[in-house]
T-cell receptor
Framework: KNQVEQSPQSLIILEGKNCTLQ??????????LRWYKQDTGRGPVSLTIMTFSENTKSNGRYTATLDADTKQSSLHITASQLSDSASYICVVSARGGSYIPTFGRGTSLIVHP | DAGVTQSPTHLIKTRGQQVTLRCSPKSGHDTVSWYQQALGQGPQFIFQYYEEEERQRGNFPDRFSGHQFPNYSSELNVNALLLGDSALYLC??????????????FGEGSRLTVL
């Protein structure tokens, strides 16, 4: 069964600090992995996409890594801002099969001033 | 370029009633997927429409039904509402079934409260 597990479930940090969110998956055969940011009560917005051959992808202060061998990904946020407060969802897609991406439950990040 | 639009943004219903939610996909997209997101949870896949047919379905009862129109817009219908149906309903669009490995563009969601 395809699964995506995220940790921690929630995280509180001070503004300006860095943090790292984790995603472990069992989706196979792997196609790509995306990180989405979801502000409270809003729809998710894609931050990064990584395919099998990529192990690092950056989008401003967001840097995603992928280890396809261990089936792990991380999202590192540098110099956090209050606007980073949101839920971060890891989504993994498989090649072929049911075509439906598998969603993690998300990590809730709160950035305090 | 219009993104994914959903309506209504908020609505309140009582148990046993029926509700219809609407979605217009991003310009150029032809595939619409619906997700249910309970508070504090990740989105749960309900079903996907392509070429006006339901192509995939998640683990949801028959009370949840949908439709896709020739202009690619879509509706989600929920009958006999239960308290547990209270959630944020998200519509996501993409290009073709093969685009399921591609980016999903989400609308802002419809917040349904069942009393």
């Amino acid at each position: 069964k395809n699964q995506v597990e995220q940790s921690p479930q929630s995280l509180i940090i001070l503004e300006g600090k860095n943090c790292t969110l984790q995603c472990n998956y069992t989706v196979s055969p792997f196609s790509n992995l995306r990180w989405y940011k979801q502000d409270t009560g809003r729809g998710p917005v894609s931050l990064t996409i990584m395919t099998f051959s990529e192990n690092t992808k950056s989008n401003g202060r967001y840097t995603a890594t992928l280890d396809a061998d261990t089936k792990q990904s991380s999202l590192h946020i540098t110099a956090s801002q209050l606007s980073d407060s949101a839920s971060y969802i890891c989504v993994v897609s498989a090649r072929g099969g049911s075509y439906i991406p598998t969603f993690g439950r998300g990590t809730s990040l709160i950035v305090h001033p | 370029d219009a993104g994914v639009t959903q309506s209504p943004t908020h609505l309140i219903k009582t148990r046993g009633q029926q509700v219809t939610l609407r979605c217009s996909p991003k310009s150029g997209h032809d595939t619409v997927s619906w997700y249910q997101q309970a508070l504090g949870q990740g989105p749960q896949f309900i079903f996907q429409y392509y070429e006006e047919e339901e192509r995939q379905r998640g683990n949801f009862p028959d009370r949840f039904s949908g439709h896709q129109f020739p202009n690619y817009s879509s509706e989600l219908n929920v009958n006999a509402l239960l308290l547990g149906d209270s959630a944020l309903y998200l519509c996501a669009s993409s290009l073709g079934l093969a685009g399921n490995t591609g980016e999903l563009f989400f609308g802002e969601g419809s917040r349904l409260t069942v009393l």
